[in-house]
């Protein structure tokens, strides 16, 4: 089993900062992409930002310029860094890592942590 594990939530004003961690563990041989998505109240689940063990990176229109996902492949860690923060940005922020499991890829997730941004 794999177990995923995000930290670094909270409340912040807007053009506030906030970094989150998530760390990966348990039975990992190899990670595919990982990724952080996010859901605000009464909406869908959206990607926020990905990245390949690679180092390539995506990212959502409405993140560009503001957010940067890293990650740690030694250490099953990714990150994303959360800049000039706006109100909309409000959600909790799912960590999301595609491990290589036989006989196929499998998709972990944690549980999430709450980001409120206050105008």
């Known amino acids: 089993q794999v177990q995923l594990v995000e930290s670094g939530g909270g409340s912040v004003q807007a053009m506030g900062s906030l970094r989150l961690r998530c760390a990966a563990s348990?039975?990992?041989?190899?990670?595919?992409?990982m990724g952080w998505y996010r859901q605000a109240p009464g909406k869908q689940r959206e990607l926020v930002a990905a990245?390949?063990?690679?180092?390539?990176?995506n990212y959502a229109d409405s993140v560009k310029g503001r957010f940067t996902i890293s990650r740690d492949n030694a250490k099953n860690m990714v990150y994303l860094q959360m800049n000039s923060l706006k109100p909309e940005d409000t959600a909790v922020y799912y960590c999301?890592?595609?491990?290589?499991?036989?006989?196929?890829?499998?998709?972990?997730w944690g549980k999430g942590t709450l980001v409120t941004v206050s105008s």
């Open positions: 348990g039975n990992i041989f190899s990670i595919n992409a």
């Open positions: 990245i390949t063990s690679g180092g390539s990176t």
């Open positions: 999301n890592a595609e491990v290589n499991t036989m006989p196929f890829p499998t998709d972990y």
